[in-house]
């Protein structure tokens, strides 16, 4: 009698099964025990398995739909039909069996790079409010390094791009699982993933010839990513650029004929890390910011100076502040590291060097540049400080690594302290109100600023360094003190050390990122110019911009490289050509 027909053998009539007739069919109480165990594993594997499977489903659904902005990650964004996916799954159908295996692992590898390349979108999105361009962007990734060794240190530093490497290794052998577990589905299931493909091809169709959207701006019927279809526009942006840089109205311009407006006048263009316009439009800072500039405009009248200001459009967001450096100073579009590089090694007259062929002693005053700038030198200064010229002595001010009081003490020192002195033209950058915005300092008497050692102190009261960025509302609190602190150095500074010769250009870099400026922000900046000698403001009054030290809602918008062209124009500069340079001789 086989097992099956003695398992279910009928008990005897009118008695019922007892443990006995188990036992005598050779199964006991322990027995039929164990494979109750047993049948429960196999449904807690059996559920388990299908959690993992719905695990990896997400996973490279994620990688084919998910957003690669940060404003835009929300639930309806994932509403899509990603015509990859079909591909994908109806390859697997008609491949033969080992091809399969083959196909999904590389499928795998490419879904891991391309999440890979969507986290550092969201990255970039959430901090430069644009997605990650391989072509131009590699060199930010050790800008990013540098921040981190100035915020948390060293070993920090370290400990962190070891972790992020890890978790790109993990998301790559996680994504190449989880393709083929899915893979095996798919062959269990043939039919069904034969039909499901037909009724999404046919609806992925009828939503492209629609245009289907249930997020705006987003299709249903889409594809996987569009950032694989602008690096063969950015790999040709260096063609174009060359082209627009070779046109330069002033670049045979003589010295004599360059700035006759300004002469006998030190002028200081100064940038101010991260003052953008919600610094002056924004609740959470205007009535504070808005205070600060409006008590300067009043202090500095009393003084004998007077200004003008408005907005300009930075080539940057969130970071990348030498790229708007660039842009200003050339009176070119510099956007990206390419354009960048590119100047540098171009003929290209930038603001500083048309002063310096007219005449002016030309200084750069760089406090956050901790190692040597040769390329600083292709912008016509005659002296450049950085922040180990500066001699400074006191505490550092995480990644700002003085107070911008000291730097502007230190030039004034070097370059402006002696009667008689030749005219000076001076590039400053203003590190205090640099992220992470804490500690910030505070404004002491000029005449104590001395080393820096005055500044001892002053980095151990407020948040802790880093500690901050757990609370939003206290991290834009910080930004918008560190912005007042800057406005109120420069403000003092004109107070206590102007004089009639005295020009200052103040100007914001770019806007703070997402998280201080809103997601969606755009990129303008205030600028403002405060001159005592009357005449130095008539020459801008055609420009139309704004009485006072803060621009308003309604001031004029320029390109920042408009800007070069402009100031010169005004202030006397006769342009010579407008066409490209000949060629060489051969």
Partial sequence: MSLITRFHRPPAQGRTTTEEDLTADGLTAEDGAAGGDAGARRGLRSVAARVVTVLAGLFVLFALVAPNEIGHLTPGAFVRIPAEGLLGVALILVLPGRAKRWAAV??????????????????????????????????????????????????????????????????????????????????????????????????????????????????????????????????????????????????DTPGDQLLTGLRGKDVIVSFVESYGRAAVEDPAYASQVGAVLAAGTRRLRAAGFDSRSAFLTSPTYGGGSWLAHDTLLSGLWIDNQQRSDSLLSSDRLTLSSAFQRAGWRTVAVMPGTTQPWPEGAFFGYDKIYTAQDLGYHGP?????????????????????????????????????????????????????????????????????????????????????????????????????????????????????APLISGVGADHDVPITIVAHDPAVLDRISGWGWQDGLKPGPQAPVWQMSAFRDRFLTAFGSQAQSTQPPAPPAR
């Fill in 106 to 251: 590389l499928a795998g590898v490419a879904l891991g790079l391309l999440t890979i390349w969507k986290i550092i979108d969201l990255g970039f999105s959430a901090v430069l409010d644009r997605p990650f361009n391989p072509v131009f962007d590699l060199s930010f990734f050790g800008a990013g390094v540098d921040f981190l060794s100035a915020s948390i240190g060293k070993a920090g530093a370290v400990g962190s791009v070891i972790a992020v490497g890890a978790l790109a290794v993990a998301v790559l052998v996680l994504m190449a699982l989880s393709v083929l577990r899915l893979t095996r589905h798919v062959v269990r299931h043939k039919t069904a993933a034969a039909h499901g493909v037909a009724v999404l091809a046919v609806t992925w169709v009828v939503c492209a010839v629609l245009g289907v959207q249930i997020v705006p701006g987003v299709l249903v019927a889409g594809f996987t990513d569009d950032q694989l279809l602008q690096v063969s526009a950015s790999l040709h942006d260096k063609e174009a650029f060359a082209k627009e840089a070779s046109v330069d109205a002033f670049r």
């Fill in 396 to 512: 550092g001010f995480n990644w700002g690594t003085m107070p911008d009081q000291y730097t502007l003490s230190n030039f004034q020192r070097s370059e402006r302290a002696e009667p008689g002195h030749a005219p000076v033209m001076a590039e400053t950058v203003l590190v205090s109100s640099h992220a992470p915005w804490t500690p910030i300092p505070q404004l002491i008497g000029w005449n104590a600023v001395g080393d820096g050692s005055a500044f001892n102190g002053m980095t151990t009261t407020g948040q802790r360094q880093g500690g901050v960025w757990s609370d939003f509302t206290q991290v834009r609190a910080d930004y918008r003190r560190s912005i007042e602190y800057s406005l109120n150095s420069l403000i003092s500074y004109v107070e206590t050390y102007g004089d009639d010769n005295l020009v200052l250009v103040f100007l914001g870099d770019h806007q703070a």
